[in-house]
């Protein structure tokens, strides 16, 4: 399946009029009058030359503005939605690590979208196993009303200082002949406009068409991207009369066919995310019915009414080897910097941006946009969480390739604390007495369990790798080339396709 047709087909779904009313009640909600939320920063319209031109008014392209406008330069945000569309992105509104948000943004400014504060574990379902499991979360959580935070990040660039240029579709990426990247062109209502600058980051989310517009053969940057590293992925809002009784816990709960999942996320006690993903390499699931079904079976859903619909492609791959070419940056959604087993990329989307965003601001003092200057960026990214979620890719992977329900079964028989460690860390460690409990318990899954011992030990290895991402791109195809050794003996042991 070509994954723009998927992805435009889940797109499809747009939100409704009813949907924009509910926009507008919401920023009454928040504080805000209809005039503030609509058009928040946006002005010069005219203007065609531009210190830094930013791509996306997501949480990655905000925070990057943010940033670039805070140390006194001029940057405009380019969103291909209208202001009062904007912010309203498809998500499972689990905001992990809500307490550690770059400055650029403060965490207090966007506290008025964390609807439900409350909620301090997972609850993975197991229907196969007739098996509820209570996971500890572990560091703090909320769940948001997404399009409200959608708007607080907005505000929040604005308030930087950085400029808007909403219904401004980019198309095309402008190049030197040498290849260094100089702007954007777009389309305004029918009008064709141009941007230059002295930088473009791309924050314009999965499947960013920048990069299938720019040429960027000659540079580091990763174009090693295809569909099959993205999950497809589509949520509902629903409401229900009656409190939840777990408004404490995401839950969690394994689809019937194909590697993925279903959730259901409280944003408050009778507000519930309701949503569905699956990996790429699967035959397409029919996200919209099969959610219905899972809602119709649940009792605590009879009577509940739909808001709001959305869908969208998320990139459960690891991150980008390198996410820069001369005079561009990717951050967010658009370079992978998302949590390939959960899918949360808010947080990752918050700090990319801003190390970009810092990257971008040393460049421009230093008058070079290089790969080398720009490299800086790419390490702070595989510091904070890039090898993270390179080692929980071999997870993704090997989920591919084993039987759910056998895995399932062995789920079950896990103790909790070390499953949530496995999902954060990246590894996760048993004590000699929590391992022969776990060996017992998994009687009959031992298979699986030599399977994942296995896996474990290949994802150790590629974290300790990538610990040593190169200081410059100098030492990058060496480092890349044993990555790609060492992934060779992933798909060797988990039997799984290659994904890159
Ligand atoms: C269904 C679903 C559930 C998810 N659940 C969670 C969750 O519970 N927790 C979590 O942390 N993460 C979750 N994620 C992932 C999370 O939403 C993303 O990682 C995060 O939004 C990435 O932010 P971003 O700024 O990189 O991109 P985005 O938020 O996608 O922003 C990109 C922006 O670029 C604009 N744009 C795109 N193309 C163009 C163009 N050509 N011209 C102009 N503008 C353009 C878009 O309109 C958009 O505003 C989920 C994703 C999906 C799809």
Known sequence: MDVRG??????????????????????????????????????????????????????????????????????????????????????????????????????????????????????????????????????????????????????????????????????????????????????????????????????????????????????????????????????????????????DALVFKPTERAAGYLWYFPRTETEINAGLGFQMTEEPMHLVDDLKRDLRNRAEFQGARVEDKLGAAIPTRRPYDSAVHPGFVAVGDAAGHVNPTTGGGIAGAAYAGTYAAEQAIEAMEQGTVDEDVLWRYNERVMDHFG?????????????????????????????????????????ANLGWGLKIKALLKARGHYGTVWNLYKTKQRADELLSHYEDYPSSPAGFDTWQAERDRLMESVYETTGADPKY
Request: with cysteine.
């Open 387 to 427: 090898a993270r979620y390179a080692a929980l890719d071999v997870y993704n992977i090997l989920s591919t390739a084993v039987d759910i329900d056998e895995l399932m079964g062995l789920l079950a028989a896990m103790p909790g604390e070390q499953i949530a460690e496995a999902l954060y860390s990246g590894s």
């Open 6 to 247: 998927a992805v435009q087909t889940i797109r499809r779904i747009t939100p409704s009029s009813r949907t924009k009313n509910v926009f507008y009640q919401r920023s009454r909600l928040v504080g805000m009058s209809t005039q503030e939320a609509v058009g928040v920063g946006a002005g010069d319209l005219g203007r065609d030359s531009w210190d830094a031109v930013v791509v996306g008014a997501g949480t990655a392209g905000c925070y990057a503005a943010a940033t670039i406008a805070d140390a006194g330069y001029d940057v405009v945000i380019i969103e291909r939605k209208s202001p009062e569309e904007a912010g309203h992105i498809a998500c499972g509104d689990a905001l992990k690590g809500a307490d550690t948000f770059p400055d650029a943004i403060p965490k207090s400014q966007l506290e008025p979208a964390f609807t439900n504060t409350g909620v301090d574990h997972g609850r993975f379902e197991i229907p196969q196993e007739d098996t509820v499991l209570e996971i500890p979360v572990p560091g703090e959580l909320a769940v948001v009303d997404r399009w409200t935070y959608g708007r607080k990040v907005i505000e929040g660039a604005a308030d930087a200082g950085a400029t808007f240029h909403y219904d401004t579709v980019v198309q095309d990426v402008r190049q030197t002949d040498d290849g260094t990247v100089t702007g954007v062109d777009a389309i305004r209502k029918g009008t064709p406009r141009t941007y230059d600058a002295e930088i473009v980051v791309d924050g314009a989310g999965a499947l960013s068409i920048l990069q299938d517009k720019a040429d960027l053969a000659d540079s580091t940057f990763d174009t090693n991207v295809t569909y099959s590293q993205f999950c497809s992925a589509y949520r509902e809002i629903v409401h229900v009369d009656e409190p939840v009784e777990w408004s």
